[in-house]
């Protein structure tokens, strides 16, 4: 039996039928490597594996897991990567895609994760808190809307899939899961400073309810603020009209 870690936030997928579905999602895009983060238990690995000429990887930070994969898979024990998704290097060097039933606890920093390996990366199919998976999908005007909407949406595709009740894992989460789709689209803003884009959007989400000049009045100057754009609140604005801001950061 496989010890189950609050602190790791595991809740291991059960449902074959579910994990058929979501490798099903998965392999409606071509791909010939691939990484799967938190493993844990296998339920998706040993659909994975038998991926025909995939370079699979697996990137694991619980001991306990690792030695459990390595016997129930052992063509896999050189595959294994231990440590953490937000601490490992990239594991390619070539495009790849990227699969996973992420922890709900660092979720959202895996979706930072992502966009920083966004050049190499051509596909998530990643499972999350519904609540998580919403608001990286939603668009403007909705009080789903924000950072993680637009820094995901600025470079990626992407798509709410399907539910995944509590009654699917062990243990139960309290709350539903929900898959989602991100298809990489490159640069297509232009963004030449990402930095930037990341500070006005981190900024103007700060003080959502607040017309944006208020939070990006440290970065504007007095003048530029009095046009009548800045009396907007941040959900509000488009992926584009983010870039366009960050574009005029000196």
């Not at 870690?5 to 010939?32: T, Y």
């Not at 063509?75 to 895609?97: D, H, M, W, Y």
């Not at 919403?134 to 993680?148: A, T, V």
Request: hydrophobic share 40%; charged share 25%; proline share 6%.
């Amino acid at each position: 039996m496989l010890t189950l870690k609050k602190s790791l936030g595991q809740h291991f997928l059960k449902d074959e039928e579910m994990c058929q579905r979501i490798v099903s999602a998965l392999q409606e895009d071509s791909f010939c490597r691939l990484l799967e983060v938190g493993p844990g238990g296998g339920a998706l690995t040993r659909y994975l594996m038998k991926l025909p000429q995939v370079d699979l990887r697996l990137v694991e930070l619980d001991d306990e897991k690792i030695d459990f994969l390595k016997q129930s898979f052992p063509a896999l024990t050189e595959r294994i990567i231990r440590g953490s998704i937000l601490e490992v290097g990239c594991p390619f060097n070539q495009p790849f895609s990227l699969i996973g039933n992420f922890p709900y606890n660092i979720s959202s920093q895996i979706v930072f994760r992502i966009i920083e390996w966004r050049e190499n990366i051509e596909t998530v199919i990643g499972m999350f808190q519904k609540e998580v998976a919403q608001r990286i999908c939603s668009g403007p005007g909705s009080k789903e809307y924000g950072i993680l909407s637009v820094l995901t949406q600025a470079y990626f595709e992407v798509d709410y899939l399907f539910d995944v009740p509590p009654e699917c894992f062990t243990p139960p989460p309290k709350v539903m899961s929900g898959v989602i789709r991100m298809r990489s689209k490159g640069n297509p803003y232009q963004i030449q400073h990402h930095d930037k884009f990341l500070r006005i959007v981190k900024l103007a989400f700060g003080q959502r309810r607040k017309q944006i000049r208020n939070p990006l009045k440290s970065i504007f100057p007095k003048d530029s603020l009095s046009d009548p754009f800045f009396n907007k609140r941040a959900e509000q604005l488009s992926v584009l009209e983010f870039v366009e801001l960050s574009k005029r950061i000196a």
